[in-house]
């Protein structure tokens, strides 16, 4: 952005036609516009349909109000694994965090599991950087014996676009393939030997968003004998189009289940991408009742879209993974 003669910044931008959101910054999310007293606010939204002014006054700016400080939300049930867990096939380490259902400390039952994407933003605000899932609060309410255990796997920061993708793109080489040995062949046994876990495909689910769903969405492409379950929420399928191919190509097993959900105020093509996904299981195969899709009328591509998405999910998940 320009400074004026007039003390205001200015940007001359062209964008195709379309939604878009955006924030002001003076240069990071540390710098970022908020309220005159120091509050965030909501993204600005606008649709570009022609040349157009947009006029932001930016009430204040978070760097000059001294942070609150942050106050754990986890609760009792949520447990860290490791916070320097090791992922021989990436060559790093990453937390894991665990959520144990209520009686898992006094019961001798054997619990599903479903493995999710970005555990920093699944249970504790203090580590959500955009708002929690509330995925903690969520169980807590359920009679322990509709409980599960979750494991939240967190993101790598600066490697989560390419670690969640198993193809190249414009943002390095894909990890995608890496990470999910990593969840089969590393994660998924020592969860299952130092747990009380139902180890089977039935049992185990893989969930996440964004980047985390396409991720989900090819781990059980993948693996359709580990992951029975797959919860892809708003998928950025547009960031890996082979992974189509990918789908078409696979023989898919007959239990193989596949819940799709995302607003209809992400993006353009956003709908349009998971519903050729789900075109594509459902040829193979895939019954409705096995690939249920729901799109929700105004929602945006954020943690609390897929905080209100995740019962309907669970509850979808958790009737089967239970079922005799």
């Known amino acids: 952005m320009q400074l004026t003669d007039h003390g205001q910044y200015r940007l001359v931008q062209y964008l195709p036609p379309g939604k878009y959101s955006f924030k002001l910054t003076r240069g990071s999310w ?6 005159r007293d120091g509050k965030a606010i909501a993204d600005h939204d606008f649709t570009m349909s022609k040349d157009t002014t947009i006029t932001v006054n930016a009430e204040g700016w978070q760097d000059n109000f001294k942070a609150a400080e942050a106050v754990s ?7 860290i694994v490791s916070e320097k867990f090791n992922m ?10 665990i959520y144990l259902p209520a009686d898992y400390s006094h019961s001798h039952r054997k619990y599903p599991v479903i493995y999710m994407h970005d555990g920093q933003n699944l249970f504790d605000n203090r580590t959500a950087g955009f708002g929690e899932w509330g995925i903690d609060e969520f169980m807590d309410k359920l009679p ?8 939240g796997i967190d993101h790598g920061g600066d490697y989560r676009i390419t670690e969640y993708d198993p193809y190249d793109s414009k943002y390095g080489k894909g990890r995608g393939d890496d990470y999910v040995e990593f969840l089969v062949k590393t994660l998924k046994p020592y969860i299952d030997k130092h747990y009380r876990t139902m180890p089977g495909t039935t049992h185990t689910g893989i969930a996440g968003s964004s980047m985390g769903g396409l991720i989900s969405m090819y781990a059980e492409l993948k693996y359709p004998n580990v992951f029975g379950s797959a919860g892809i929420f708003s998928p950025a399928f547009w960031i890996a189009p082979p992974i189509y191919n990918y789908a ?4 898919l097993a007959g239990r193989s289940r596949f819940y799709f959900v995302c607003g209809d105020a ?3 093509d956003m709908v349009t991408d998971m519903q050729k996904m789900v075109n594509l299981v459902r040829s193979k195969d895939v019954s409705e009742a096995n690939s249920p899709t729901v799109v929700v009328p105004a929602a945006k591509h954020n943690e609390k879209q897929w905080h209100d998405d995740f019962p309907a999910f669970y509850q979808w998940f958790i009737q089967k993974a239970l079922s005799r």
Do not use: M, N
């Open 266 to 268: 992400e993006s353009e």
């Open 30 to 35: 540390q710098t970022v516009e908020c309220t």
């Open 88 to 97: 021989p096939q990436l060559g790093r380490e990453r937390r894991v965090w």
């Open 73 to 79: 939300t986890a609760s009792k049930q949520v447990h």
């Open 144 to 151: 322990p014996k509709d409980q599960c255990i979750i494991v």
């Open 248 to 251: 078409q190509q696979q023989k």
